[in-house]
């Protein structure tokens, strides 16, 4: 089993900055894409940004400079780092990844979600 943990969601003013964090655990030996998903109330979950193993990213376009991905291979954490925050930001964030444990198996994992709150 892996476990997927976000954190770092908040209520926010819009303008303002907020950091997410995911962590993965678990036996795992390595993980290939990950990625920042978003659920607005009423809405479908809808990519934010992904990144490979290697570091390239795939941003959706109401992101694109605004929003930055990061990872730490070594630790297995991937970060969300989001300035100029706005109202339709506002969403419950998810982490994914593409694990492979140790034991040879694969599998496509989510996290439990961190709400984004943006509001005056």
């Known amino acids: 089993q892996v476990q997927l943990v976000e954190s770092g969601g908040g209520l926010v003013q819009p303008g303002g900055s907020l950091r997410l964090s995911c962590a993965a655990s678990g036996r795992i030996f390595s993980i290939n894409a990950m990625g920042w998903y978003r659920q607005a109330p009423g809405k479908e979950r809808e990519l934010v940004v992904g990144?490979?193993?290697?570091?390239?990213?795939n941003y959706a376009d109401s992101v694109k400079g605004r929003f930055t991905i990061s990872r730490d291979n070594a630790k297995n954490t991937m970060y969300l780092q989001m300035n100029s925050l706005k109202p339709e930001d506002t969403a419950v964030y998810y982490c994914n990844a593409d694990v492979n444990y140790d034991n040879g198996r694969s599998l496509n994992a989510w996290g439990q979600g961190t709400l984004v709150t943006v509001s005056s």
């Open positions: 990144i490979t193993s290697g570091g390239r990213t």
